[in-house]
Structures are given as structure tokens and as C-alpha cells.
T-cell receptor, first 114, second 110 residues
Framework: EAGVAQSPRYKIIEKRQSVAFWCNPI?????LYWYQQILGQGPKLLIQ????????DSQLPKDRFSAERLKGVDSTLKIQPAKLEDSAVYLC????????????FGPGTRLTVT | RKEVEQDPGPFNVPEGATVAFNCTYS??????FFWYRQDCRKEPKLLMS???SGNEDGRFTAQLNRASQYISLLIRDSKLSDSATYLC???????????FGRGTSLIVHP
């Protein structure tokens, strides 16, 4: 079966610019996660969707980050405007259900903000 | 935010050694627990779930101690290919919101 797809794989932008990331989860997976992973740290959950509803977004910097999951399938994560500290890998993951199920991760988008 | 703590290491061990990692968590109402493996510049992948009764998969053994609020991972007969970062994950609350530790780096040398 196809895995979690993400695009782009790499992105370089200047601070104050905008950027968007796209994720297509595994077919049939109800739960979708967006993580930010800074070098040397573990993934930090930004937002968790169950179908197209938000389960948790307590660590999403809502003044600059936004995310949506239309029709409960694909999802986009946007940063506007970007700051230098947003440089990180943005990982998307999906799971069949959140309850004790394995998360499958996409390859990530490596963002560099200059 | 609930915390999940790991010793970042690195743990530098020879081939064939046994190595153990611990991960502590702060929320006593945690629901489920996992170990993930992450290779350099790659995405995390599930290594194993952690059950209350403990579980074993080949050279890997995971255990949960709810009273002391930690999970452990034991790797026996280490291989060069075990070199990676090992991330523990704790799911909280009724919606099983995941929190990752920062990871423990393992380097297995010849």
C-alpha cells in the first residue's frame, strides 16, 4: 500500500515569506498529525486531526501557523510569515485510529528560513 | 504540556553488547506507549508497542512500569545496524494525543 506522501521535500525561503506544505495520508486513515522536528529534538505535535475535525492544536503557534484537512483526507500546513526559528523538518503522519495504533510517517519537508 | 524525558546519549557500545534505555513520563493517566526508531535524516518508524505485561520482539524487549512512570527498551546482541535514535512516545487523554521524547542516540561500533 502507498505510504504517507508529502511535498515539497525541501523548501528554502526568506524570513517573513509564506510557505505551505501538503500531506496525503494512507487511504482509510482517520487520524492525521503534523509535527515539527528541530535538529536534535524529538517531533513536536503541532496539530492532530480526526477525520476533518481538530483533536488538539495546543502547540500550534496560531498567530502564524494554520492547518486544514478538507474532506477528511489531504491536509495542508501553512506558515505566514515565517521566522528563522521555523527552520525544521515538518513531518506528517497518519494512523488508522488514534487509540494505541501505529503512526506512519511521511518523508517530511525540510524547511530552511534565511 | 505533559513531559516525556529521555537521556539523549549518545550511547556508544560495541557489537554484541546489551544496552538499555529508559524514558520517564509525567502524566499518570497516560494511555499507550511506543518505541520508534529514527535513522539519520529519515522519518520515525515504529519499533514496538509497550504493554503492561512487557513484550519482546527478537533482540528487543520493552517494559512498562506504571508505578514509577517509565518505559524501557532493552537491546541484546547489538548490531551495527541498530545505530539510530530511539524515540519514546506516550499517548495522553481520551483522544490519545502523542508526546515524543527527544530521543536517545545509539552508536554501535565494530
Amino acid at each position: 500500500e502507498a505510504g504517507v506522501a508529502q511535498s515539497p521535500r525541501y523548501k528554502i525561503i526568506e524570513k517573513r515569506q509564506s510557505v505551505a506544505f501538503w500531506c496525503n495520508p494512507i487511504s482509510g486513515h482517520a487520524t492525521l498529525y503534523w509535527y515539527q522536528q528541530i535538529l536534535g529534538q524529538g517531533p513536536k505535535l503541532l496539530i492532530q486531526f480526526q477525520n476533518n475535525g481538530v483533536v488538539d492544536d495546543s502547540q500550534l503557534p496560531k498567530d502564524r501557523f494554520s492547518a486544514e484537512r478538507l474532506k477528511g483526507v489531504d491536509s495542508t500546513l501553512k506558515i505566514q510569515p515565517a521566522k528563522l526559528e521555523d527552520s525544521a523538518v515538518y513531518l506528517c503522519a497518519s494512523s488508522l485510529e488514534p487509540i494505541a495504533y501505529e503512526q506512519y510517517f511521511g518523508p517530511g519537508t525540510r524547511l530552511t528560513v534565511t | 504540556r505533559k513531559e516525556v524525558e529521555q537521556d539523549p546519549g549518545p550511547f556508544n557500545v560495541p557489537e554484541g553488547a546489551t544496552v538499555a534505555f529508559n524514558c520517564t513520563y509525567s502524566n499518570s493517566a497516560s494511555q499507550s506507549f511506543f518505541w520508534y526508531r529514527q535513522d539519520c535524516r529519515k522519518e520515525p518508524k515504529l519499533l514496538m508497542s509497550v504493554y503492561s505485561s512487557g513484550n519482546e520482539d527478537g533482540r528487543f524487549t520493552a517494559q512498562l512500569n506504571r508505578a514509577s512512570q517509565y518505559i524501557s527498551l532493552l537491546i541484546r546482541d547489538s548490531k551495527l545496524s541498530d545505530s539510530a535514535t530511539y524515540l519514546c512516545v506516550v499517548n495522553y487523554g481520551g483522544s490519545y494525543i502523542p508526546t515524543f521524547g527527544r530521543g536517545t542516540s545509539l552508536i554501535v561500533h565494530p
